[in-house]
Antibody, heavy 123, light 107 residues
Framework: QVQLMESGGGVVQPGRSLRLSCAAF????????MHWVRQAPGKGLEWVASVWYDGSNKNYADSVKGRFTISRDNSENTLYLQMNSLRAEDTSIYYC????????????????WGQGTVVTVSS | DIQMTQSPSSLSVSVGDRVTITCRAS??????LNWYQQKPGKAPKLLIHLASSLQSGVPSRFSGSGSGTDFTLTISSLQPEDFASYHC?????????FGPGTTVDIK
């Protein structure tokens, strides 16, 4: 079935960098916008970033703007999140999610989610 | 940014009960409101999009309504597998924002 699988999480010191990956399976990845959504321990969900199906447009939450970069490789069916200058408040489970609409901008409806990868920022 | 609130924050119910969760946006979002279910240790799952459109495969006991700023998720007869947290989310504009969640647990 349609599936997303994140990887790349771990424990990292404040100020350091980490790159998350999200591999897509059994759907036409290049046709869908994609998102990263995170959830801090015991907290609610926070949208982080989105990218159009063709990579031409990207949006970020203010809390990560200038530090995080979303990108995609449609030839490899993979979504990325480059996280620089990490802070303690970035500690979360990071989910990648597919946008509900295909071959369009991002609708902001997240219809398929990965299982998440845990990022812990601590000295 | 559009702020989303939910009430109640938690509720204890019994199997078979009717459950209603409300979500309010800080400004009008038309019908750009989505509901997700999340079980402990799992990723969220899309239940309803655009306020009232049931996602494929979601049981018909789930329904959504509302427009503008006030929305409702209703579970007509709660089943054991429905004990979970429920999150509303606006997709009207970026940043896409979520409500704080409502936890439904066993009475």
């Amino acid at each position: 079935q349609v599936q997303l699988m994140e990887s790349g999480g771990g424990v990292v010191q404040p100020g350091r960098s980490l790159r998350l990956s999200c591999a897509a399976f059994r759907f036409t990845f290049s046709s869908y916008g994609m998102h990263w959504v995170r959830q801090a321990p015991g907290k609610g969900l926070e949208w982080v970033a989105s990218v159009w199906y063709d990579g031409s447009n990207k949006n970020y939450a203010d809390s990560v703007k200038g530090r995080f970069t979303i990108s995609r490789d449609n030839s490899e069916n993979t979504l990325y999140l480059q996280m620089n200058s990490l802070r303690a408040e970035d500690t979360s489970i990071y989910y990648c999610a597919r946008d509900w609409e295909s071959v369009a901008g991002t609708s902001g409806v997240f219809d398929i989610w990965g299982q998440g990868t845990v990022v812990t920022v601590s000295s | 940014d559009i702020q989303m609130t939910q009430s109640p924050s938690s509720l204890s119910v019994s199997v078979g009960d009717r459950v209603t969760i409300t979500c309010r946006a800080s400004q009008t979002i038309s019908r750009y409101l989505n509901w997700y279910q999340q079980k402990p240790g799992k990723a969220p799952k899309l239940l309803i999009h655009l306020a009232s459109s049931l996602q494929s495969g979601v049981p018909s006991r789930f329904s959504g309504s509302g427009s503008g700023t006030d929305f409702t998720l209703t579970i007509s007869s709660l089943q054991p597998e429905d004990f979970a947290s429920y999150h509303c989310q606006q997709s009207y504009t970026t940043p896409f924002t979520f409500g704080p969640g409502t936890t439904v647990d066993i009475k």
